[in-house]
């Protein structure tokens, strides 16, 4: 029998230390303060030092500060930030890069270097920023940052141990080769298959924001992987890597260098309209007639048999929406279109000249107003023409350039290239005996005169022959229908677009304003989301950058004449001052780098005089 004061006894003294609270036999009550811990632990092992702080520790270095320990950790979480009274240089770009990587070494190899510096010196490396690094020094720096993060990772990793660890530290086990010279092509055949899940698993628990190289690479990763298949399959994934491209500007042109090389490769190199139509658009690389312009400088990155494969697709292009488009709407011979097509491998070059009425139908045909804006910079429009229905096509086939038109009733000229009255590449053309035309009289510098009259294809075949010109062994006019994404390659694309979606944003810029409160202790004070440094107040003095201070400042023509220096042929023109003031570049060999520099420092491509300015704000 139980004893019922025994009971009320033991009843209070569970009352009174309390354990009529606690839940026994329920493990769920202990999973929940466990996961509470592990989530405690992950926020510390991820913890950043103030953005604040590690910037004023950068901006101390590149001024040629001496850091002490406290600096030296935290300027780890900022050496890929932009410094703005530095004009924007990193840590990564200065002198003081290399003695600051050495020292993190000795100190990780000594194992005195802490866990959490080496992570924002991970950190650092996965967000530093590859659009605005076009300088040596900065590759350099980042290139010197991935290997001394592969050199120290053993020490950092043995340094862990084996119980807990944070996520980071688990995931690299398992995913180092992110930190070698080709971290991203373990995925590059799954980002291609769609299988997307343990690469946003990774981005999502390394904190690899939308914006890092990591998914640039990983897309010029996915090309090259495509390029090295055989025919067939490179073929295939054309459509699909065209979409990539466009979802990675930074190494866009990489990627379609690479692409346009490997088309080049293979046994046909017949027209592809999708690539064509997207590489030629004048926000990628432009048409490639503007090569010697010196204004299409992104085709200097392919050899010129690949730049020729291409102006062979747009002068085939050409050819086909003249007599399609064009001459259609006036009833012309559509068998001189057949009868060109003979030469199709031979047109080195083409151009066309529209007339006012083509100008205006822009507005209300959607094939010509597609023939202009791929022509955009390229074609030229015929002015005071009586006939303002006219059209016109010019095209070079060997030493001579051929000029034929839209309209029935109009003969087409030959004349030798060397030996023109009219300039090639005029803007406009009267589009009669004074230019295009001059060929109709008798003692005309004209080569040949084609009427078209019945028989005119096999008189005209025996006029080209006598110049040394020969139809094509074989000759494909019909262009290739135009592919379509398959349903895989749709929905793989689709799961692409979401992949960065929700991830990790990591600030790389400082606050535009300082509001430091005044530390009162150097002991670092931690919190569940961020560590926050604090640094005695003597140890550096900076004052909040006044208005002034924090605005763009202006360029000087030394500064332009200094980069424009090294390029032959280019020039520099100042003109104006104050607010007025504006500085004009010539670029007439077409210098790829030189108009890199020049975007750098703020200059716009004006198209009507083909120069570079830059204006005051």
């Known amino acids: 029998m139980i004893d019922q004061t025994l009971l009320n006894r033991l009843k209070a003294a569970i009352e009174g230390i309390g354990l009529n609270r606690v839940q026994f036999g329920f493990p769920e009550m202990v999973n929940k303060e466990v ?13 950043k030092p103030s953005s604040q702080d590690a910037y004023k520790a950068a901006l101390s270095l590149l001024r040629g500060g001496k850091l002490d320990d406290w600096e030296t950790d935290l300027v780890a979480a900022a050496v890929s930030i932009p410094i703005q009274e530095q004009r924007g240089r990193t840590v990564l770009e200065s002198e003081y890069c290399d003695e600051l990587l050495r020292n993190y070494e000795i100190d990780a190899y000594k194992g005195d270097l802490w866990r959490l510096t080496w992570y924002s010196l991970f950190n650092s490396y996965l967000t530093y920023d590859l659009v605005r690094t076009a300088t040596e020094s900065g590759m350099a720096g980042f290139t010197k940052l991935r290997r001394l993060l592969n050199r ?15 996520d980071w530290v688990r995931i690299l086990r398992e995913e180092s080769q992110l930190l070698s010279d080709s971290p991203v092509e373990k995925y590059a055949r799954d980002y291609l298959a769609g299988n997307m899940d343990h690469i946003k698993a990774l981005a999502e628990n390394l904190g690899i924001p939308a914006n890092s190289w990591f998914w640039q690479e990983l897309v010029l990763g996915a090309v090259k992987r495509v390029t090295q298949g055989n025919d067939e399959q490179f073929r295939s994934q054309i459509l699909m890597l065209i979409e990539l491209v466009k979802s990675a500007p930074v190494y866009r042109d990489k990627a379609i260098a690479e692409i346009l090389n490997r088309y080049y490769k293979c046994s046909s190199r017949a027209v592809h309209p999708e690539l064509r139509d997207f590489v030629i658009r004048a926000s990628v690389w432009k048409n490639p007639k503007l090569k010697a312009a010196g204004i299409a400088t992104a085709w200097t990155q392919v050899p010129e048999a690949v730049w020729r494969m291409v102006m062979g697709w747009v002068n085939e292009r050409n050819l086909e929406d003249f007599f399609h488009i064009l001459a259609a709407r ?11 097509s003979r030469y199709m491998k031979q047109i080195s070059w083409t151009r066309l000249v529209f007339g006012s009425e083509t100008i205006w139908q822009k507005k209300h045909n959607a094939g010509i107003r597609a023939l202009l804006e791929s022509e955009e910079g390229t074609y030229a429009v015929l002015r005071g023409a009586p006939d303002k229905e006219l ?3 010019l095209m070079q086939i ?15 000229y030959a004349y030798r290239a060397s030996d023109l009255v009219f300039n090639l590449y005029a803007d406009s053309f009267a589009g009669s005996t004074s230019d295009l035309k001059c060929g109709y009289y008798r003692h005309g510098r004209g080569v040949a005169k084609i009427i078209h009259t019945p028989g005119w294809e096999e008189r005209t075949a025996i006029e080209l022959g006598k ?5 094509d062994r074989s000759s494909t006019r019909e262009e290739p229908p135009r592919s379509r994404l398959s349903s895989e390659q749709a929905a793989t694309l689709g799961k692409i677009g979401n992949l960065t979606q929700g991830a990790a944003q990591i600030a790389a810029e400082p606050l535009s304003e300082y509001g430091f409160a005044k530390p009162t202790t150097a002991v670092a004070s931690l919190t569940a989301e961020v560590v926050e440094y604090t640094i005695p107040q003597a140890t550096i003095s900076l004052r909040s950058p006044t208005k002034e201070s924090r605005s763009t400042p202006t360029l000087s023509i030394d500064q332009v004449h200094k980069a424009v220096s090294k390029y032959q042929g280019a020039q520099v023109t100042e003109k104006g001052s104050g607010l007025t003031r504006c500085i004009w570049v010539t670029n007439p060999k077409g210098w790829a ?15 009507s005089r083909e120069e570079w300015y830059w204006r005051e704000d």
């Open 35 to 47: 996961k509470k811990a592990e989530t405690l632990f992950k926020d510390f092992s991820k913890a």
């Open 152 to 166: 120290t990772w053993p020490y950092i990793d043995k340094q862990s141990g084996q119980l807990a660890v944070p």
């Open 330 to 340: 006036r009833h012309a011979d559509h068998g001189r279109l057949k009868f060109w």
């Open 391 to 393: 059209d016109a096509f």
């Open 398 to 412: 060997g030493e001579y350039i051929f000029v034929e038109f839209s309209k029935t009733g109009n003969g087409a």
């Open 467 to 471: 110049m040394g010109i020969h139809p």
């Open 593 to 607: 780098p030189l108009e890199n520099e020049l975007k750098k420092l703020g200059f716009r491509w004006a198209a």
